[in-house]
């Protein structure tokens, strides 16, 4: 970090914005091309280190959704219950329970005081519903893995936005035949909620290969492992009126890789529909080995991060080096790190899963 720079770094309240210049094949194929703002993140204050020694100053900024790890979706000295029976839509639940639940009211010197969210409802319905329940003293985080891990559960992802506090929206209402003006102040915003189906698509030009029988390399090397089995699930669900709770059990594989458990839980619920739904997401999910492999450094002449695939893709690999043999294997992007050092050379680490 430049001495300009650093003296202006404030914990908790800085924020950083990171944008990537299209490639010259970008701009040949579509001269129009603008640059794309990929990362907004602010600074939380524990992320924040200074060395006088060495003279440095290490901040790590986080997008909005790390302050869903860290906010309850209910208040509950209120014993405020949010939950509904019903299957409702998950991007219409996600919408409510990461923007409006994360803004909660409280009272301080008689006012009504809501935290600002920065992040806006824009998910989309995919078509998917469920059941859900959200006891008090839930955190928001929580709530969002456990439905994206449900049998048929959404991706989703928070998308940056341009702009802190955005222009007003302005109005026109007509009251009795003169035309008035109406600007609504827009709350301070760095990031878009978007709920998908299964995000991402599928590259079949973003190809991968590492291993000289391979007649060349664009990557500098493979890693390959396993996420681990899981075959029997039982959940226990403890309806909030003190009714009979509900127990789901669920097993698959386990003829093969035997009776491998690990994620069976106890959370509230009041349904059996709902006990299924969080019985079995986890065993369908994990009920085979699979497959992750990191592509190490990519070079040059391979596919580009943001620009031939995005986070959620399905992307192709072949590897023919020592005990790692596959060839044309469908991998899913769920993790790209881009280190960029002061020279301004960028190295790219992908990770994948196999996607089935």
Known sequence: MGDGVAPGITPGLSRLKVWRTPSAAQKAADPGTAKELVFYGSLPSQNMVERAAAETVECTFLDPRWTLNNTYATIERYGYDYSSLTPVSDAG????????????????GGLVVKPVPTIRAKAVDTGVKHPYNVPPGTLVMDKVV???????????????VDGWLLPPVVTYVNQNGTIKVVSTPQNPIMGDLAVYARQGVTRPNAVFTYGAALGGSNCRGMTRTYQPVVTYNNVTTNPPDGSPPFTESYARNTETYGVLGGYSSTPDG???????????GPVEAYKQPRQVITIEQ????????HEDYRLGDTVWASCRKGSMVFTNAALRVHGIQITIDQEGNEQVTLTTQEAF
């Open 298 to 305: 990519p070079t040059p002449q391979a596919p580009r991060p």
């Open 270 to 280: 009041a349904s059996s529909s709902y006990a299924q739904f969080v019985c079995r």
């Open 146 to 160: 456990e439905l994206t891990r449900l049998i048929d559960g959404p991706d989703w992802d928070i998308i940056p």
């Open 93 to 108: 639940f996600l919408n409510d329970l990461v923007v409006t639940r994360t803004a909660v009211s409280f009272y301080a």
